[in-house]
Structures are given as C-alpha cells and as structure tokens.
C-alpha cells in the first residue's frame, strides 16, 4: 500500500533517489526488470535516509535534517544561551542588561514557528514557598 502511494503521489523524488542511492531507474518496474516487491524494499531502506533522502524529506518535514544537523542547531542555541547569560550576569548598568535580547533558536524544518515563543512564567506565591520549605524541613 505505501508503496503504490508513494509511486502515485511522489514519483519525481522516488526516482531521484533510486537512481541516487541505487541505481535504478524507475521505469524499469514497467519494464518488466523491476518489481514492486523491490521498490517497496527500496523505499523502507529510504526511510532510514534521514538528511539525504528527498522521498523522506517531501513525506515529513521534519526528516529534512539529519542528526548531525539538529546536534549543531542544539549546540548553536546552547553557545547563544550561555553567552546571553554571561552579559547579563557581568553587566554593571541595569537599564543595559534589559536591552540585551533573549537569542531565539535556529528554526528546525517542521517544527512550528509559533511553538518557540517564550511560554507564560508562573511564578509561586509567599505562602506556597513557605509550605513547601516547612514540607521539605519534615522529611
């Protein structure tokens, strides 16, 4: 089944990467020299091509980085992290340390933009401090 539906809805890139990682040309399955059997073979094999493959890639955007690509974008966010958190500890002005903006993350393929903005801070109560301090000298 998944194999005729990715014949169907995606033959340009299925072509691209049979003759990329395989080479086999597509029209051979009408040829004769290929079966779907093969194809659907070829296309599980594909879907462990994260970053390379362009069948993958148009399936699931989030497929379009491969590992490598997502640990950088991690350790990129966490360097920008640390040096916003270095200037605003050892800035001597206030009114400076507010104009230093937060650095937004590297956008990552699939993921929604909106779902990085800063999320709501709720912060706890006097009263809620105070019972948890009298919960925690309990133990």
Known sequence: MET??????????LEADLKEFFGVDLLDLWRGRLSLRSIH???KSLMHKPG???LLAVMDETTQWGTTEHLLARVSDALELSNY???KANMSDAAASERVP???PIPRPGEDETATTEPALDFASGSEVSDF???MSQI
């Open 52 to 54: 390379r493959s362009v």
């Open 41 to 43: 073979v070829y296309i």
């Open 133 to 135: 301090f009298v919960q």
């Open 4 to 13: 005729v539906y990715a014949i169907r809805e995606y033959p340009d890139e």
């Open 102 to 104: 937060l650095p937004a």
């Open 85 to 87: 958190l270095f200037l």
